[in-house]
Structure formats: structure tokens, C-alpha cells
């Protein structure tokens, strides 16, 4: 017996958030999320618990009515059209996309519950 889910990887990103469904709906729209858990709150209200996977990172998420402001950097393969599908699925620009400088083209996405998604590939 494996001390891990088969496939999930050893740390992953916890996001409290306000509304789980929003966050998993942005993750599939803009990364081609797939959900792997969604495990509903006491009396079928919100959601206690989810999980995501993107690319090979799980990423699990709980509903708090006063989440904190979070961030988490994802690298993909395609920088701009990511970025894009970002914004179509409600997202805020809080950066554009950006070469600093540092080896990384990068810009940032705020989701509808406050989350920024930094979007980023590497540069040549």
C-alpha cells in the first residue's frame, strides 16, 4: 500500500477559498483542470474539501467564508494563450504578461475569489 493517492504528488497547494466551484471552474477553463475529489460540506452545503490536477500538480482547496488573499505560480506550456483563457473565464489582470528580466515570462490572474495565478513559461 502507497503512502500517497497514485499520482498526486508529495506537497500540494491547500487554498481556502469562498466558493470552491468557482476556483475549480477557473482551473478547468484556464489550466484544462480535472477534478478528482469534490467532497461536499455538513448538510450538502458548499464544499468541505476538492482537488484539482493540474498538469502533475494536485491542488486541494476548502471553503472558508473569510479566505486570505493567496498566490500560487503555475508554468505551462503555452504562456499567452493560458493567460488568455484566464481572463475569458472571469479572471482580473493584475499583470500582464512580462519579460523581467529573470528567465520567465510571467503575468498574473486574479480569480473570483481573490486568488492570483501567476502564469508562466520559461524564455529561451
Do not use: C
Not at 49 to 75: F, K
Not at 103 to 123: E, K
Amino acid at each position: 500500500m502507497s503512502y500517497k493517492p497514485d499520482g498526486y504528488n508529495s506537497a500540494s497547494p491547500y487554498l481556502m477559498v469562498r466558493d470552491a466551484n468557482a476556483t475549480l471552474g477557473f482551473l478547468e477553463a484556464a489550466f484544462g483542470a480535472t477534478r478528482l475529489r469534490v467532497i461536499p460540506g455538513e448538510g450538502d452545503k458548499g464544499i468541505m474539501h476538492a482537488e484539482a490536477l493540474v498538469d502533475d500538480t494536485v491542488i486541494m482547496m476548502g471553503e472558508m467564508p473569510e479566505s486570505t488573499e493567496a498566490h500560487v505560480h503555475v508554468y505551462v506550456a503555452e504562456a499567452e494563450a493560458a493567460f488568455a483563457r484566464a481572463l475569458a473565464a472571469g479572471g482580473t489582470e493584475v499583470q500582464p504578461l512580462t519579460d523581467k528580466g529573470d528567465g520567465d515570462l510571467r503575468g498574473g490572474v486574479r480569480d473570483a475569489n481573490g486568488v492570483t495565478w501567476w502564469i508562466s513559461r520559461q524564455l529561451e
